[in-house]
């Protein structure tokens, strides 16, 4: 069974940066595309960044120049770091995956940008 749990979130003043990890279980990570989604309240989960299987990186065009998405495949780790962080940042951000065409999501993790 998939498991995926995220943690780092917290409170941020604007400018500021945080970094958040994925900690996955259940699958071959290493041959495994990752990818971070956020949700606000009240708004459609929308997806910040994904690795292909190849390696690639894409990015919306909000993360762009701001976050980095990378991952340890040994210790079966996906991080998100964010910079220069916005109040429009605030969100739940969820850690996802997909294996065998069925989906698999954490619990999300808070990140509230605020002063």
């Known amino acids: 069974q998939v498991q995926l749990v995220e943690s780092g979130g917290g409170l941020v003043q604007p400018g500021g940066s945080l970094t958040l990890s994925c900690a996955a279980s259940?699958?071959?990570?290493?041959?495994?595309?990752m990818a971070w989604h956020r949700q606000a309240p009240g708004k459609q989960r929308e997806l910040v960044a994904t690795?292909?299987?190849?390696?690639?990186?894409n990015y919306a065009d909000f993360a762009k120049g701001r976050f980095t998405m990378s991952r340890d495949n040994a210790k079966s780790m996906v991080y998100l770091q964010m910079n220069s962080l916005k109040p429009g940042d605030t969100a739940v951000y969820y850690c996802?995956?997909?294996?065998?065409?069925?989906?698999?999501w954490g619990q999300g993790t808070q990140v509230t940008v605020s002063s």
């Open positions: 996802h995956t997909s294996v065998m065409l069925r989906d698999s």
């Open positions: 259940g699958l071959r990570f290493s041959s495994t595309v």
């Open positions: 690795t292909t299987r190849g390696g690639p990186t």
